[in-house]
């Protein structure tokens, strides 16, 4: 017998190019044959399905279903928690709710590591499952002014030249699909890239001066429209899964993309693994070291990256 559930959808009507706007018929109808008569709320500016998540919290929804790509979930994310200030503990809203996901964005990385393909009538009957904890990363970091912010995430943050390309690649026209939009602004932001001078702690162990190409904390697999960044990360394992790319160039893109994309790039001499539980990141001298969380461009280190273990149900 399915759960009884009080659903709630969290829609940005941008996404997929508009397409959920001009489907959304389609979308509540599958919706409502998993699960009943659902109510929804359309997002209108940045960080607004955040803001609905809360108010669908609080009006007593157990289930919020981000409808919309990866920078849609991630607000949706923070949307059951409080708004986070710098240097408080997580504030969960309902540490029973579940959050759901219809993906319908353009580089869909988080709904690879979770096995949804993207179809609605294949996705939309997993939201009667039963939910599950998984991780959530927690950054801590400067915004664009300078002062002092914080942010959860759910899939991957990364440093370095990822950053530029999520910059590139959300000003970019995203017709041709997620990855081939992405694997156009990697290319463009490797032109004349230089590795970045970084100061990295893991789980406070002394400080390593580091120079990347890109240093990413994963809590999910994939990032940037495919690339399996992480191939051993898991949502549930307790665990950030950093990768960190040196020395990596447009050559470098052009003749091993596809090691990038089924995860043998772990085995680069210029890339290397680890796990953590927290991650402090500092500029290296005359450096600004930009960050982005989820795909989208959030602000700029010092940074430092906590992971949250189970501190939040998913219904896959």
Not at 83 to 93: D, Q, T, V, W, Y
Request: hydrophobic fraction near 40%; proline fraction near 6%; charge should be positive.
């Amino acid at each position: 017998m399915a759960r009884a559930v009080k659903p709630f959808l969290v829609v940005n009507p941008r996404s997929a190019s508009g397409g959920t706007a001009r489907h959304f018929d389609s979308i509540a109808r599958a919706v409502r044959n998993a699960l009943g008569e659902c109510a929804h709320a359309f997002t209108e500016r940045p960080m607004h399905a955040a803001q609905l998540t809360r108010t669908a919290l609080s009006q007593g929804h157990d289930l919020v279903i981000a409808v919309g790509g990866d920078g849609t979930i991630n607000e949706v994310v923070n949307g059951f928690f409080e708004p986070p200030k710098p240097g408080e503990p997580p504030r969960p809203l309902n540490p029973d709710a579940a959050l759901g996901i219809l993906p319908q964005g353009t580089g869909g990385d988080l709904r690879r590591t979770i096995g949804l393909d993207g179809d609605l009538r294949s996705s939309a009957p997993r939201l009667v499952g039963e939910p599950h904890k998984i991780d959530v990363g927690r950054v801590d970091y400067l915004d664009e002014k300078g002062r002092p912010a914080a942010r959860y995430f759910i899939n991957v943050a990364d440093v370095g030249v990822g950053a530029k390309v999520v910059e590139i690649a959300n000003r970019s026209s995203k017709l041709l699909g997620g990855k081939t939009t992405f694997m156009l602004a990697s290319l463009r932001a490797l032109i004349g890239w230089k590795d970045l001078a970084v100061r990295a702690s893991f789980d406070g162990r002394p400080a390593e001066e580091l120079s990347v190409t890109s240093l990413a904390i994963a809590n999910g697999r994939y990032f940037g429209g495919g690339m399996m960044v992480a191939p051993e990360a898991k949502l549930e394992d307790g665990l950030f899964h950093v990768t960190i790319w040196s020395g990596y160039s447009l050559a470098d893109f052009l003749l091993k993309s596809g090691s990038m994309y089924d995860g043998s790039h772990v085995r680069w001499k210029g890339t290397r693994s680890l796990t953590a539980r927290s991650v402090r990141l500092e500029a290296g001298a005359a450096e600004q070291v930009g960050l982005e969380v989820d795909g989208e461009g959030i602000g700029r280190a010092p940074a430092t990256f906590t992971l949250l273990p189970g501190a939040m149900r998913l219904v896959s």
